[in-house]
């Protein structure tokens, strides 16, 4: 019987789940492609904002996983309900814990799907959407950065203008600073190659590199010549467009090391990280505040009353984490606290609903 109750509570969530993730995957491809087409830019046409909405689309899926989920469980599980089919569990003894375990044991598969898609999927296509974008934008092969972009490697302060089409980096400028904070060298270089061979290293072109001497300078002029940062493409490269709630965890955790060595500011990298690493979470905790409202006070309503407190408890949600990760810079609350309060608060109401009606 167990077994059967496992697949029947599961189909009807998983079933509701992904009509409720294709309707608002509907809505969302509708409001991306409308807002894409307001771009005044004239190289920016319909077709490469179509394009732009299809690559970005793996992350969308990904950011409304938690809240699908939470629709998803309040619909099948309503439905059973409705049916009279829980309270038949609940008379034949089947504990609310050992129902919710019905309804979690599904979301596995989902969370398994999410992980592959926010990782390997979504990243990259957020990759190729920006780059994409900014090139039709720009109507050029290389994407010019407004104002450059800084990086920062111990004495060495690095500014690049734009990014090549096969990865290179366009207009490099490279300044190192002594022990004073004065400038002892700087080279200019028309672009940068990364190998990743056996011996990885970058490769200058066309270089230009001035010693500053005291009084005096040395200038010197190269045709090529080898660079041994520590930095690799997977901090300069088009990543440097994709903000950092769009990037993988991998990605997250490779910057935020990076941002710890060199003595940055990594909070809004810690918030993303910490908010897809506590993901699983926050869909487990939906789902259980699902089980409590349909046990609890959403047993007997209609169809779209419980449509109505779905929405505005995913909203109520998505504001509290949206509430918390600006106020953990302003009072300086460490990034996994500030992501965690909300996902706390909704396990314990879900919780104390089920007790209530246990």
């Not at 049916?83 to 919710?100: D, K, M, P, W, Y």
């Not at 039709?136 to 290389?142: A, G, I, L, R, T």
């Not at 203008?161 to 096969?166: N, P």
């Not at 903000?243 to 965890?249: A, C, D, T, V, W």
């Amino acid at each position: 019987m167990i077994l059967v109750m496992d697949r029947h509570i599961g189909r009807a969530v998983l079933v509701s789940t992904a009509v409720v993730l294709l309707a608002f995957l509907g809505l969302m491809t509708v409001f991306a492609l409308v807002e894409e087409l307001r771009n005044d830019r004239a190289t920016y046409s319909f077709n490469e904002a179509l394009w732009y909405v299809v690559l970005t689309t793996p992350r969308r899926v990904y950011e409304m996983l938690p809240y699908v989920v939470f629709l998803g469980a309040l619909i099948g599980l309503g439905t059973l309900a409705s049916h009279s089919e829980i309270v038949v569990l609940r008379a034949a003894g089947v504990s609310v814990q050992r129902v919710f375990v019905s309804v979690a044991w599904p979301l596995l598969g989902v969370l398994a799907f999410g992980l592959l898609l926010g990782e390997f999927v979504a990243p990259r296509g957020e990759e190729m959407a920006e780059a994409h974008k900014t090139r039709s934008e720009q109507n050029s092969d290389v994407i010019v950065l407004s104002g450059g972009y800084w990086y920062r490697e111990g004495p060495l302060y690095m500014n690049i203008a734009g990014l090549g089409e096969a990865g290179e980096l366009i207009g490099v400028r490279q300044y190192w600073l002594g022990p004073d904070d004065e400038m002892i060298r700087s080279r200019t270089a028309s672009r940068a190659e990364y190998f990743a061979a056996d011996d990885p290293h970058w490769m200058l072109y066309d270089v230009v590199e001035t010693e500053f001497l005291g009084t005096a300078t040395r200038v010197r002029k190269y045709v090529q010549l080898r660079w041994n940062g520590r930095v690799d493409p997977r901090l300069l490269s088009v990543r440097v467009l994709v903000e950092p709630r769009k990037l993988s965890i991998t990605d997250l955790y490779y910057q935020i090391n990076y941002m710890l060595r060199e003595g940055l500011n990594p909070r809004s990298y810690q918030l993303a990280f910490w908010s897809k690493l506590f993901q699983p979470l926050s869909v487990l905790g939906l789902a259980l505040l699902a089980l409590s409202f349909v046990l609890g006070p959403l047993r007997e309503v209609s169809m779209g009353m419980r449509l109505s407190v779905g929405v505005l408890v995913g909203l109520t949600f998505k504001y509290l984490q949206d509430l918390f990760a600006p106020m953990s810079v302003v009072y300086d609350v460490r990034p996994v606290i500030a992501v965690a309060i909300p996902i706390v608060v909704c396990w314990v109401m879900g919780w104390i609903g089920l007790r209530r009606v246990a």
